[in-house]
Every structure is written in C-alpha cells, then in structure tokens.
C-alpha cells in the first residue's frame, strides 16, 4: 500500500483537491483478516418462504461479507454438500452455487458426502468452474489423490502478508456412500491421510485450518493426534452453530448447515497465530438480498423451466386407483364446502409461487397443487389448470370415480394425518392441527 502511495500520491492528491477522484468504498488501508465459513449449503439456495420470518439464503450471505469486506480482509471457506441429492435438479443447483461462490470471492471448498452423488465427472466439470480450490485429500482414483489436498493462499493481516494453509478431508465413515455412486474411488481413512501429508502441511502456512467433512468428535481425534492446526471447521452437526472448542491450539468450529449462518473466524493480531474470537452471523430478513447473487438465483429458476423439469417428476398409480377431478367438479354436490375451500389459503397455492417466480419448480410445485407425484395429477397451468392449487383431492385423495358414482366410491376419512404430507416443520413450523383446522373447517352440510 504504501509503495502505491508513493507512485500515485501525488496526481491522487492533485485530483482529490480538484474533486475529480471519488473512491467507490474507501477501504481502510490496513484490515485486520478474518475467516468465514460455513458446512452444508444442501442446496438451500434461498429459504422457501413458506413461514415467516425465515433464516438464511446465499443472497443475504452475499451481503453480510460486503458488509465485513469494508473492514476486514477476508478468507472465504465452504465445508461440503452445496446440495442434497444427485438429480438433474441438483446439479443446476451445484452450477448455480458455484456461479455464487465465484461471485463472492470463495477461496477453498472442501467435498461432502452428498456432493459425490453429483458423480466424478460431473465433480470435476464443477470444479473447472470453480475459481477457488475444490478439496478432498483422501478421496483417491487409481491410487493418486482425485482432487487438490490442500490449498496456499495469501493474504494481508492488518501490514502482515500470511500464507494460509487450507487441507479438506471427508471422514471415511462416508467410503461406502462415495463408493456406491463412483466404484473407481477409494477412501483413505482421513487420519492415515493427514500422516502421509504431515511432514508438508507442518512446515508451510502461517495459519493452518483444515475443513473437514465429519462430525466434532470426529475432528477432536484427528486434532489429538495432528495438533498443528489453528482452526478446523466440521460437519454434520445440525442447522444452528455449536459453541466453539479450544483443543489444544486449535479451535473447532461448525456455523450450523443450510446456509442460514455464517461463521467469523477472527485471527490473533500478532504472531504467533491463533484464532482470538469466533462469531456466528444469523442471516435474518434485516440482510437485504444481494442484487447480483439474486440475479444468479433468477438465472436458475429460468434453467428449471427452460429444462422443463416439472414434467420429470417420476409418478406412480394413485392408491385408490381413481383418477383426480379438480376442485371445481365437487361444486354440484358440495356447494358449501367448495364455497369455504376457495376462501382458504390453499385455494391461492400456485399463485404464491407464480408470484415468488417457483411457480415451474418441481421442489415447490409438490406441496402447493394437487397430485404432482402422481399418475393423472398436475402437470401444467396450461395442461391441467383445475388441480392447481391445495385443491379438496389433496386431503380427500383422488375423487373422479367418486365424483362420477359417490355411492359406489366412498372417499373415507381424511384425518389430521393428512395434513402432514405438507405441513413438515420445515415449511410449516408452527402447525398444529386444532388451530389450522378451524381456518378450513368444512363437511357440515352437503
Ligand atoms: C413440504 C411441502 C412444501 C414445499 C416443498 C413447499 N411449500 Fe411453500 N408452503 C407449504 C405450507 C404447508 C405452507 C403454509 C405454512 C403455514 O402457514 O404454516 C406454505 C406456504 C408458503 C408461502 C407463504 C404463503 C403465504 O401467503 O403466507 C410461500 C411464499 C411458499 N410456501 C413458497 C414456497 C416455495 C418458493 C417453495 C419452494 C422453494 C415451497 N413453498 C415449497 C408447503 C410447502
Ligand atoms: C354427484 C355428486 C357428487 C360429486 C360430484 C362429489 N360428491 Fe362427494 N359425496 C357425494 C355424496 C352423495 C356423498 C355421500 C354423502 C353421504 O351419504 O353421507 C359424498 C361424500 C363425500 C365425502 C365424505 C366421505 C365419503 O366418501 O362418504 C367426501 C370427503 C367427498 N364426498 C368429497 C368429494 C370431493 C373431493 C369431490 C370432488 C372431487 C366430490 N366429493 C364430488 C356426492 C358427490
Ligand atoms: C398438498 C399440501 C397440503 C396439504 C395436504 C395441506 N396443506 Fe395446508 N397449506 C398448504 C400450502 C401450500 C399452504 C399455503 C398456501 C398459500 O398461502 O399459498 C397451506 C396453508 C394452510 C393454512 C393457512 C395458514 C395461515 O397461516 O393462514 C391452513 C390453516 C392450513 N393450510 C391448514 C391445513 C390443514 C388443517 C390440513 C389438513 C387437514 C392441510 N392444511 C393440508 C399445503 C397443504
Ligand atoms: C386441507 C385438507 C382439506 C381440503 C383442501 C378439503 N378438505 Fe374436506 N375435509 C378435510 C378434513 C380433515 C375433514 C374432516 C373429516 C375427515 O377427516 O375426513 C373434511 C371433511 C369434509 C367433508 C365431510 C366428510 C364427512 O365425513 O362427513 C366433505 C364432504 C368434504 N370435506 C368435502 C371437501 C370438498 C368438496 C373440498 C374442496 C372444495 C374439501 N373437502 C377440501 C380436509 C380437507
């Protein structure tokens, strides 16, 4: 910084006095470094919205890291599975993180278990987008290592530059997952690994942090036996942070899965390293969404449709062997309870989704219309316009047959369990079914 003073100082000044020169964001010339990470995005690229208020979203990341780039410098870290499942969906979500963490600046992202459902080569086409460091030390092909072990980064610490060491490793407990999915690899037990990789990781870094795919006990033995990190994020410990632990020199640290915190590592001022301070960022709605990451976001959604995945949801025969009729055919002979239904909130399903732009994903679509995943259920606004919506044959079940002969088709009880297939704690947290039963109640009169 300062040799730059020394060549531009001068014409700054000159235009600085003329106000000619306007610094976009005037960064403060020496920031301290801090290290942000998080485990297990699983595909949660934004929340869904179905409860309010809801936590989290890679947009809302994108604006807590502008926000801590003013004052720090920053080192960017992921630890596994940007998504849950290895279906076509799954991959246009892993492109689409991968697009947000370039655009973010994402330093090093270790691989999870679920990110070998994607398969090898799709790993590696994933890979040779990324901008930062795709790494797995113990995952091998052929006996050679199949992605980086580790990373060297450089970057300043208030006047300080420090080298940086970042390794991944996965737990070996994930091998027969992994192997299921990709017969060619193999998994080195990640202890066995970091001896081989010992003598080199030791020696080089001036911070030392390693990301792994596994439990905190898990990574509390393999720090036990390998104390020379300063920090190592883990895995697989639920969706909130757990309180930091200090084994030795090292801190362990988890931000808690889909993407709804963000952990802050803060380092030492001076040598010798450590971490001095972790904090755990909730993402709640007062982070606004970041414009350029929402634009990635609205990109994907136009992939979904563009691809037409809503019409590959895999079906199967309805139980009842009845074919759906739509809301509106139960009109003649239930008048009451048709005039009651259109009144609710499921009545207006697909136009909430139409109006959060989801309205042609599949993952949305199944919980807010009649039938998705079956034969004869919704396919299309365009093709089957009366099973939008929460409509009555998604309680009362597939009704053609009953609507065309009642006496012959009885429906039976719906029952509360039927609220359950959509009302899940995670869309649905605070259901609870004598309160939401009294905002639907119907089936007094014919
Ligand atoms: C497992 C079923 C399920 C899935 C999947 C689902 N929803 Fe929902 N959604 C619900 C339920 C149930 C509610 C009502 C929750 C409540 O009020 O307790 C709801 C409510 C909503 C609401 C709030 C409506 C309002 O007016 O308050 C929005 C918005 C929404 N969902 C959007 C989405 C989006 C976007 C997706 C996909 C990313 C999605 N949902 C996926 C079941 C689901
Ligand atoms: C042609 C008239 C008619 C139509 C159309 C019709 N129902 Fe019915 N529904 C009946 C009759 C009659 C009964 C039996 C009433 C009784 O005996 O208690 C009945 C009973 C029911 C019951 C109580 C459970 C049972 O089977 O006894 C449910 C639930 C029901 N109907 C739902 C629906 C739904 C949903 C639709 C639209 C898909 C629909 N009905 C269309 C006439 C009809
Ligand atoms: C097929 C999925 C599905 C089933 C089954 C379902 N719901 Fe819903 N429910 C939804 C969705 C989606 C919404 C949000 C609709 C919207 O606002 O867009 C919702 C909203 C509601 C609401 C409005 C919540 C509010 O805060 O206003 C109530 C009440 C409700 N459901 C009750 C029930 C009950 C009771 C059952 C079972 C008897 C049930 N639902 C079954 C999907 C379902
Ligand atoms: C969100 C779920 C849900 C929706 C949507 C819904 N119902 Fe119901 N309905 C129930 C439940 C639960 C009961 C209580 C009796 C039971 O468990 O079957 C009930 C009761 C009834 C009854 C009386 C059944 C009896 O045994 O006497 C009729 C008739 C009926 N509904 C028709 C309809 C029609 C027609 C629609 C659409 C216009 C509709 N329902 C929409 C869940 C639903």
Not at 27 to 51: D, H, K, M, Q, W
Not at 356 to 367: A, M, Y
Not at 427 to 434: A, T, V
């Amino acid at each position: 910084m300062r040799s730059r003073w020394a060549v531009f100082g001068l014409p700054l000044v000159a235009l600085l006095a003329l106000g000619l020169y306007r610094p976009e964001v005037p960064l403060p010339s020496t920031r301290p470094l801090a290290i942000v990470f998080g485990s297990e995005i699983n595909g949660y690229i934004t929340p869904c919205g179905c409860s309010k208020p809801m936590v989290g979203g890679i947009p809302r990341r994108g604006t807590l890291l502008r926000q801590l780039a003013e004052q720090h410098v920053l080192l960017k870290l992921e630890n596994g599975d940007l998504t849950k499942a290895g279906g076509r969906q799954d991959e246009l979500k892993a492109e689409t993180l991968i697009e947000m963490l370039n655009q973010m600046g994402y330093d090093a992202l270790n691989l999870g278990k679920y990110d070998f459902l994607l398969g090898i080569d799709y790993l590696r086409a994933l890979q040779m987008q990324f901008k930062g460091a795709m790494l797995c030390a113990n995952v091998q092909e052929g006996g050679s290592p199949a992605f980086e072990a580790y990373t060297l980064v450089e970057k300043s610490h208030n006047d300080t530059k420090l080298r940086l060491l970042i390794v991944g490793l996965i737990s070996e407990k994930h091998a027969e997952s992994i192997r299921a999915r990709n017969p060619q690899l193999s998994v080195v037990p990640a202890r066995e690994q970091l001896n081989a990789l010992r003598p080199q990781i030791e020696t080089q870094g001036d911070v030392r942090i390693l990301l792994f795919y596994g439990t905190g006990e898990e990574a509390e033995q393999l720090v036990r036996a390998h104390p020379y990190f300063h920090l190592v994020v883990y895995a697989n410990a639920g969706d909130g942070p757990i309180p930091p632990k200090q084994v030795g020199q090292t801190r362990l640290v988890f931000a808690g899965n889909d993407a709804k915190f963000v952990g802050i590592a803060h380092l030492s001022d001076g040598a010798p390293y450590a971490i001095a301070r972790v904090e755990y960022t909730r993402l709640t709605e007062d982070f606004k969404d970041d414009e350029q990451l929402l634009a990635i976001k609205l990109a994907y959604l136009a992939r979904v449709e563009a691809e037409n995945l809503l019409a590959m949801v895999p079906r199967r025969p309805t139980p009842n062997g009845s074919g759906f009729a739509g809301s509106r055919a139960c009109m003649p002979c239930h008048a009451e309870d048709y005039r009651i239904w259109q009144r609710t909130a499921h009545a207006k399903a697909m136009q909430t989704l139409i109006d959060e732009k989801h309205d042609k994903d599949p993952e949305c679509v199944v919980c807010h219309v009649v039938g998705l995943e079956y034969e004869g259920g919704f396919r299309s606004l365009e093709e089957t316009p009366a099973l939008k919506d929460v409509g009555c044959e998604s309680c009362h079940g597939p009704a053609k047959l009953h609507a065309q002969d009642p006496e012959t088709h009885r429906l039976g009880k719906a029952g509360a369990q039927s609220c359950m297939t959509c009302h899940v704690p995670a869309h649905s947290p605070g259901f609870d079914f004598e309160t939401y039963w009294k905002k639907i109640e119907h089936g007094f009169k014919k």
